[in-house]
């Protein structure tokens, strides 16, 4: 790449007065476009950025991973749960320090009851409370927490 080409796009890209700095190439190449005083190509603007070490430290690193696969036939077939604890901002939620996570796997819909203590008889109390609003549910898919997989929460589901 020449010295004044890859001057140029120091100009626009370290800038960070200029529309295009510190976006990436599609910002970068839509701002040297609409200034229109060269004619760089997007390959060239992707090269100068991969040599360009505040572009690469910083850039998103993207990760793919396989995802489980749930075909979900009708409305209400099948729910998600999960406790979120957030105990270290009780004092900031009336001393609330789990919330109870029911995702409707159909239609997305999420809801969430708050709860101060993760015990069996409190979580089965919330999931009665969230299951009032959902018709006969057929499955329900959760991580192993001891909520979730007591005794006394599988005869609570099995009742349902």
Sequence with gaps: MAQDVERYLNKI???AKAPGSFGGAAYLYKEVRRRGERDISMKQIKNYLSRLSVYNEFKNKRKKFKKRK?????????IAADLMNYGNLSDYNNG???VLLVQELFTKFMHAVPLKSAT????KKAMAKILKSIKKVSYMITDSGGEFKSGTMKAFLNGK
């Design 70 to 78: 749930v075909v979900v036939p009708n409305r209400h077939y099948a």
């Design 96 to 98: 609330y320090k789990n």
């Design 120 to 123: 069996t008889m409190e979580v």
């Design 13 to 15: 890209y370290l800038n």
